[in-house]
């Protein structure tokens, strides 16, 4: 059971190039996120998806788009990338529904824009 | 913005010492309180979800007590291990936003042996 698996773990862009991060979950939730982590600043929440086929922006959405491909599948990309957007990435997913569920979280994408 | 305040930041404590962390989350619109574990060089791990007040939930030497009413949370290590060591995060869920968290900073913990 991989759970969520994130590509790439490791990535160095130079200022204006673009890329996607990939995000796939095999436990059937309904909903996924993406996050980033920058030191002192916490988990900070950039897009999320309900379910599929919808999409909203979280608190640091400037800069990222997302794509919910199927139930599956969600991925973040950066058209232009910033030196501000190096940061570790983490997708997560969850099953909305019912009372005792958490996050499961991938393992993470380190991203440097030089 | 919503405000999830942790304390405190980092915290070093020897072997066998039990520990307590607080979180601070808005008392309105609550829906649940998630505490998660974070080693380094892994991800997050949910260690508990709770949604009720006075809920108290335990896990091993972890527990953890939640006050919806004044809006805190307490995470707490009866005889710590070195391998506690990790950065434990709380997280605020709100009614009108089901499975969207807001995340505090996080409390770093450091068992010495």
């Known amino acids: 059971n991989a759970g969520v698996t994130q590509t790439p773990k490791f990535q160095v862009l130079k200022t204006g190039q673009s890329m996607t991060l990939q995000c796939a979950q095999d436990m059937n939730h309904n909903s996924m996120y993406w996050y980033r982590q920058d030191p002192g600043m916490g988990l900070r929440l950039i897009y999320y998806s309900a379910s599929e086929g919808t999409t909203d922006k979280g608190e640091v959405p400037n800069g990222y788009n997302v794509s919910r491909l199927n139930k599956r599948e969600f991925s973040l990309r950066l058209e232009s990338a910033a030196p501000s957007q190096t940061s570790v990435y983490f997708c997560a997913s969850s099953e909305v529904v019912g009372r005792d569920y958490g996050y499961t979280f991938g393992s993470g994408t380190r991203l440097t824009v030089v | ?91 605020f869920e709100r009614g009108s936003t089901l499975g969207r968290l807001y995340f505090g900073r996080g409390t770093q913990l450091t068992v010495w042996p």
Request: with cysteine; glycine share 6%; aromatic share 14%.
């Open chain 2, 1 to 91: 913005i919503l405000n999830v305040e942790q304390s405190p930041q980092s915290l070093h404590v020897q072997e066998g010492d039990s520990t307590n962390f607080t979180c601070s989350f808005p008392s309105s619109n609550f829906y649940a309180l998630h505490w998660y574990r974070w080693e380094t060089a892994k991800s997050p791990e949910a260690l508990f979800v709770m949604t009720l007040n006075g809920d108290e939930k335990k896990k091993g030497r972890i527990s953890a007590t939640l006050n919806t009413k004044e809006g805190y949370s307490y995470l707490y290590i009866k005889g710590s291990q070195p391998e506690d060591s990790a950065t434990y995060l709380c997280a």
